[in-house]
């Protein structure tokens, strides 16, 4: 971003501005460097979201609140993801902290959640787990809602990574989730207690090996391969998880997975061969398929 004048500060609308047009110079998409300059700067002002931005336009910013802005956008014009940058991010109903421990948040895993949510498996649920729970966003929303229910709903949050698992545990504790989410170090849902679930939910890897390395950048530098990597065709994480799901559900329990666009027809053949049934994929908001369910007899 320019300096400007220390006689003039400037106001939150003119630092959108400037701060849109340097990071296009930069080689920022405009669109994008616009979205990229609100959601600085509305984080800089103290508010939740672009939304209240027009009313705070007029609002000028401290001089150690303009450095700090400064430099976080530096980091932006650098590739480093928006939300890296920030430390935090909305999921569901919760804010989460975020970082390169594990995956960004994004809204496909809403929809996987709002998908357990409509289901007929959510009503009567008592135990769930999130396999791979990275920053905790699937575990941390699933709890919420059952406590703003008024309902009793324990969740496992399994992950392998012993920096993922600290980060969701601070989620957890942040949310004052604690006596409702248990986070524990295990590698998929072999570790779970036989026949002790209702829900099994997971958004694990599921990128196939070879197109890793011709992810964007911002991905692909950034987040963590082993929350990307889903092996040779991007199954190998999710047949595993279909087969200890066998195992770990009740019977009748349910099993939820976010699956890759071109993976529908290999997921509902997984999720059938290991004896599930009522087996569905659902699409996502682009219409493209994102969402495989099936419930164990």
Request: glycine share 12%; aromatic share 4%.
């Amino acid at each position: 971003m320019p300096t400007c004048p220390s006689d003039e500060p400037p106001a939150a609308g003119q630092l959108v501005a400037r701060g849109a047009a340097w990071l296009a110079r930069k080689g920022v998409p405009a669109d994008e460097a616009r979205t990229l300059s609100e959601i600085l700067v509305s984080d800089a002002l103290g508010l939740r979201g672009r939304a209240g931005l027009a009313l705070a336009r007029g609002r000028v910013l401290a001089p150690e609140a303009l450095g700090a802005l400064r430099a976080r956008f530096a980091r932006v014009a650098a590739g480093e993801p928006v939300q890296y940058v920030l430390g935090r991010w909305p999921f569901f109903r919760a804010e989460l902290e975020v970082g390169p421990a594990a995956l960004i948040p994004r809204p496909e895993t809403e929809g996987l959640v709002e998908r357990v949510l409509a289901s007929p498996a959510w009503p009567g649920a008592r135990r769930a787990a999130d396999i791979g729970t990275g920053t905790g966003a699937i575990a941390v929303a699933l709890a919420m809602e059952a406590r703003a229910q008024g309902r009793e709903l324990r969740v496992t949050a399994v992950d392998l990574s012993p920096e993922a698992l600290a980060l969701a545990r601070r989620n957890v504790a942040a949310n004052r989730l604690e006596t409702r989410v248990d986070c524990v170090a295990g590698d998929g849902a072999s570790g779970l207690e036989p026949g002790a679930y209702d829900l099994i939910v997971s958004n694990p890897p599921y990128i196939p090996t070879a197109e890793v390395d011709a992810l964007p950048p911002l991905i692909r530098e950034h987040e963590p391969r082993l929350a990307l990597d889903g092996g040779p065709d991007g199954l190998r994480v999710i047949a595993q998880i279909v087969l200890d799901a066998t195992q770990a559900l009740r019977p009748g329990g349910w099993l939820f997975l976010e699956i890759g666009e071109d993976q529908g027809l290999s997921a509902r053949r997984l999720l059938e061969r290991a004896g599930f049934g009522d087996v569905r994929v659902g699409r996502d908001l682009a219409g493209l398929d994102r969402y495989a369910e099936g419930r164990l007899p």
